[in-house]
């Protein structure tokens, strides 16, 4: 069934300053510089790296191992027949498992110190064990509901967490507006769609900006919405509508479903755009003419569990 483990790893944010500044000795000068301590890019790298070393000694469970950096993750080719293992930060599993379709997504946490781990169940010790019980078909899983966005011409891009829908600065995003039957123009800092597993994140902080604003105010404060992770629905809201001649703020938020989805036709001339889980490398341009249908994807990731 598997041909091959495909390890995905990313570079830390020392090697990242290297690629910067060419040297080690260079990217040091520019942290210290700028007041930081160098000394924890280097335990944060050196933990790193001792990880991966003893993961891949963990990996060999007699099929070939092929190490992918995230960064070329998007453009990777998956035939189906790879079990993926994703070591590093929560936010690595949630990009990888949007490219990956229904393969086996294995989480490990490199360093347990610095990384929350929700998205990383095993430590490198134990994730042999779970690689050897997917491979023999024991192996345990939660299946997490995607979103996407199809624009008119095809293209489709998938969100494990959430997907933003707005202009790539800090201007307005202009956008025409279709949900639950009704129509409108908007002008906003752009549209948050959330998944179940996102909406303890971006979705939340939304409601907290409109709890504390209510209760200033001498309001009641509403409940904010949550999501299961495995749920076929998405959530949306609006960002600060601004009201216009030009614009409403009737449509604010809602839920998006299969047989109710979220469109949205862009007004933007230039610089409309849709990031997908806050990468700005995973995104899709959204110029005026541009109509991007939302829905919870058919698609859905498959993480391996305990």
Do not use: C
């Not at 050196?46 to 003893?54: I, K």
């Not at 929700?118 to 994730?127: D, E, Q, S, T, Y």
């Not at 201007?171 to 179940?196: D, F, I, K, N, P």
Request: charge should be neutral; charged fraction near 25%; aromatic fraction near 8%.
């Amino acid at each position: 069934m598997f041909e091959k483990v495909v390890l995905v790893t990313r570079k830390t944010r020392l090697s990242e300053l290297v690629v910067r500044f060419n040297t080690k000795k260079q990217a040091k000068f520019y942290v210290e510089r700028a007041g930081q301590d160098f000394t924890g890019f280097e335990a944060e790298d050196d933990t790193y790296r001792r990880a991966v070393d003893a993961l891949r000694a963990q990996l060999d469970v007699g099929l070939p191992v092929q190490q992918v950096d995230r960064s070329l993750v998007p453009t990777f080719l998956f035939t189906g027949k790879e079990l993926v293992v994703a070591v590093g930060q929560d936010g690595l599993v949630a990009n990888v498992a949007k490219y990956v379709g229904d393969q086996p997504l294995v989480g490990v946490n490199p360093d347990p110190e610095r990384f929350d781990g929700v998205l990383l169940p095993f430590l490198p010790a134990k994730a042999r064990g779970a690689v050897l019980r997917v491979l023999e078909g024991k192996g345990h899983f939660r299946q997490v509901q995607l979103a996407e966005a199809r624009l008119g011409d095809g293209q489709r891009l998938l969100a494990f967490n959430d997907l933003f829908i707005g202009a790539r600065t800090h201007v307005s995003a202009r956008y025409q507006v279709r949900y639950g039957g009704r129509e409108e123009a908007q002008s906003s800092s752009g549209v948050l769609v959330s998944t179940g597993a996102g909406s303890s994140g971006w979705l939340s902080s939304v409601f907290a900006l409109a709890r504390g604003l209510t209760q200033q105010t001498g309001g009641v404060p509403g409940q904010p919405w949550k999501l299961g992770w495995e749920e076929a629905r998405l959530a949306f809201v609006v960002r600060e509508p601004f009201v216009s001649r030009h614009s409403s703020a009737d449509i604010v938020g809602g839920f998006v479903t299969a047989k109710d989805e979220l469109v949205l036709e862009s007004r933007m001339p230039q610089g409309g755009v849709i990031f997908s889980d806050g990468m700005e490398e995973d995104f899709l341009t959204f110029g005026a003419g541009a109509t991007a249908r939302i829905r919870p994807s058919e698609q859905r990731a498959r993480l391996v569990v305990p």
